[in-house]
């Protein structure tokens, strides 16, 4: 298999087997809080992120990212 065949016959397998392995993950119930919006309520979200430093990088990578994404097109 030195052709491209080979290669087209590899990608098709991959994705025919991320498309199974996609169908075999169950869906997950999320238990919402009943807390209302409020600004304490942003005030403890802000904290734990300030607290969380890895969170906070991940946020400010992904922004940065984001903003060379839109400048794109």
């Known amino acids: 298999m030195e052709s491209a ?3 087209c ?3 098709a397998i991959a994705t025919l087997l991320c ?3 996609t169908l075999v993950i169950k869906e ?3 238990i919402r809080s009943t807390e209302p919006i409020s ?3 942003l005030a403890a979200g802000a904290k734990f992120v300030w607290q969380n430093q890895l969170i906070l990088a991940a946020i ?3 922004r ?3 903003r060379k994404f839109e400048n794109w097109y």
């Open 5 to 7: 065949t080979g290669v």
């Open 9 to 11: 016959v590899l990608a």
């Open 19 to 21: 498309f199974i392995l």
């Open 28 to 30: 997950q119930k999320v």
């Open 39 to 41: 600004f304490k309520a």
């Open 60 to 62: 400010i990578k992904l």
């Open 64 to 66: 940065i990212i984001w």
